[in-house]
């Protein structure tokens, strides 16, 4: 989904043809191997603000290419993200004070796209090596030795033009004392301040800290115990017991040592049977309603029309925990629109027999469930939205990348949790359901048992391929049609199909169709009606309905979409 009005559809990118690049690279590593030794007592580590705890200090980055972030980290709370652009490598550099005829060790911590690490300027050989992209955190060495004038050398990393940004931490440049000295060693850290009760459910109590300065990881204590540990400044203390009160502290950690603990607070778990039950109809409706003002007219829940059975506010936002979500309500954008109100909606809207979940992704959005631990974080992390606030389930809409196997854990997880009133929907680009073995299709089939709704986004999209193996070419019924043939005959139930629409011509930046177009596509599927050149070779009277984005741009355009559309749906047979 998108927040700007007329985005187009993003295009996916070939890996650069790096060849000689990449062998002349690599052969300079293996020449090296030779020099490998071991560190002697007197070694220490020659760079300075290896860690880039003092932001970017001692380091000069091409073109502004360089930043401090302080997620994900390998050591410590900073690490190094530089982005590449097309005629850019994103090279970041140190001068480095050594001693002549010395052998050094050069390594750095690595992730993201593809990252290099060099050094030049060493009176004998200059030598680098690289990691072509990682997922985690990995350790690129290699070794150099310095010629017989040779005071300072240049140490640098860099990524690939045009490529993903990568990330870089924990330098070193081992071997004797160039005269710059080992920078200082870690003291142990101050305790953290700030420490706060969030969302909880029946089992589980979320927390958040301030970071403190030079910690590398904290520890979560309930009443006096061990709890858990974590990198960042929240967590999810799980596995306690509904409607109980704990004690909550947390002790900042590093090398060397870990800190008295913090002042503690105080949270209760929900009770028992508390989460809203609603029923989606055999025909529905959903609409995107925008929790941020893109130039679509400015919405309550209250404002969403009855027409919609099926309200996915959009969006949820990332954590720091890889996985995790939470939801932060844009009260400035939405013209003071107070958190007290957006809750009361939410039971009023379940009281006409609607369901409010959240979404999660978009545009812009930057989740990531790709491991076991970031499906747990996701599936609690939702879970503690859905308790908190309400809502009934969760609408998947994940447009950079999705991981089957870890996004089925996650909803599997949810689904035991929140028991069979959950409402999981989806909103898939055309080119992910093309096919069953997609990550798309394939978390949609793994879950089907406890899927409601598929509504695949048939915009800004360009041509696709339907069932038949014809082309068609999006804003026709055919298109709409076509393409919903895949996944009615791939393995989805017709009731867990339903057709993603724009409500106006700003809503997207291509593929807007007239509602009569809908209505002639949800006919030809359920019916046999209204068909353009491709007629399914059956009906899905059972056929889900429609869905758009979003509720803004129809209020915009005076809600012709769902006026239009929703009566339709409900007179499906």
């Known amino acids: 989904m998108e927040r700007s009005a007329a985005s187009s559809r993003r295009r996916r990118r070939s890996r650069p043809v790096l060849g000689g690049t990449m062998a002349v690279v690599a052969a300079a590593a293996l020449t090296v191997t030779g020099l490998v030794s071991t560190a002697q007592a007197a070694d220490v580590n020659n760079a300075r603000n290896a860690g880039f705890e003092s932001g ?9 290419s360089g930043a401090i972030v302080s997620s994900p980290v390998h050591g410590g709370t900073s690490a190094l993200k530089a982005t590449p652009a097309g005629q850019d490598n994103a090279k970041c550099s140190q001068a480095v004070k050594v001693k002549p005829n010395s052998t050094y060790t050069l390594s750095s911590w690595v992730q993201g796209g593809y990252a290099y690490l060099g050094v030049s300027g060493t009176g004998t050989t200059d030598v680098s090596t690289w990691s072509p992209g990682s997922a985690t955190w990995t350790k690129l060495s290699t070794s150099f030795k310095t010629g017989a004038n040779t005071t300072s050398v240049t140490v640098y990393t860099h990524g690939w033009y045009g490529q993903a940004a990568y990330l870089a931490d924990d330098f070193e440049v081992t071997g004797p004392d160039g005269g710059g000295g080992e920078e200082p060693g870690p003291v142990i850290p101050a ?39 974590s ?7 799980t596995g306690l017991t509904a409607d109980t009160a704990y004690q909550f502290s947390v002790s900042a950690t590093n090398a060397a040592g870990e800190s008295v603990k913090s002042a503690a607070v105080s949270a209760r778990t929900a009770k028992n ?22 130039g679509a007219a400015v919405q309550k829940l209250s404002d ?7 309200i996915a506010v959009s969006f949820a936002d990332a954590t720091a925990t890889q996985g995790a979500v939470t939801f932060n309500l844009d009260t400035a954008g939405l013209n003071g629109y107070t958190d007290a109100q957006f809750r009361s909606d939410i039971k009023a809207k379940q009281a006409a027999g609607k369901n409010v979940i ?23 992390s939702v879970y503690a939205l859905m308790q908190d ?7 998947i809409d994940l447009e950079n990348g999705l991981n089957a196997t870890y996004m089925t854990k996650a909803l599997r997880q949810l689904s035991a949790k929140a028991g069979s009133g959950l409402v999981i929907t989806m909103a898939p680009q055309t080119i992910d359901m093309q096919s069953t073995s997609g990550e798309y299709f394939k978390t949609a089939l793994n879950v089907k048992d406890i899927l409601t709704v598929v509504n695949m986004q048939y915009y800004n999209s360009g041509s696709m391929l339907g069932c038949d193996g ?12 076509a393409l919903a043939c895949i996944q009615l005959e791939g393995g989805l139930d017709p009731s867990q199909v339903g057709i993603g629409v724009p409500a106006s011509t700003r809503g997207a930046g291509s593929g807007y169709v007239s509602p009569s177009i809908v209505n002639a596509a949800l006919d030809c599927l359920a019916k046999g009606t209204n068909c353009g050149s491709f007629k399914p070779s059956r009906t899905y009277p059972s056929l889900r309905g429609a869905m758009t984005w979003s509720t803004n741009w129809d209020a915009t355009a005076g809600f012709a979409w769902s006026k239009a559309v929703g009566p339709h749906v409900r007179s499906l047979p």
């Open 273 to 294: 049977g508390t989460g809203p039950v609603t029923t989606v109809p055999k025909h529905a409706v959903t609409g995107y309603w925008q929790n941020f003002n893109n």
């Open 470 to 481: 014809k082309v068609y070419s999006q804003g026709s019924v055919d298109f709409l049609t």
């Open 56 to 64: 970017l200090a001692n380091w000069t980055c091409a073109g502004n």
């Open 191 to 229: 305790a953290p301040g700030g420490l706060a009760a969030g969302a909880t459910t029946t089992s589980s109590v979320s927390l958040s800290w301030n970071a403190v300065s030079g910690a590398t990881g904290y520890t979560v204590y309930r009443d006096g115990t061990k709890a858990t540990t």
């Open 358 to 380: 959240i979404s999660i992704g978009g545009e812009l959005g930057t989740v990531r469930v790709d491991s076991d631990a970031s499906a747990t974080a996701f599936s609690n």
């Open 389 to 395: 606030y309400g809502f009934n389930g969760v609408d």
């Open 304 to 310: 969403v029309p009855a027409d919609y059975d099926i």
């Open 231 to 237: 990198t960042g400044t929240s967590a999810t203390v």
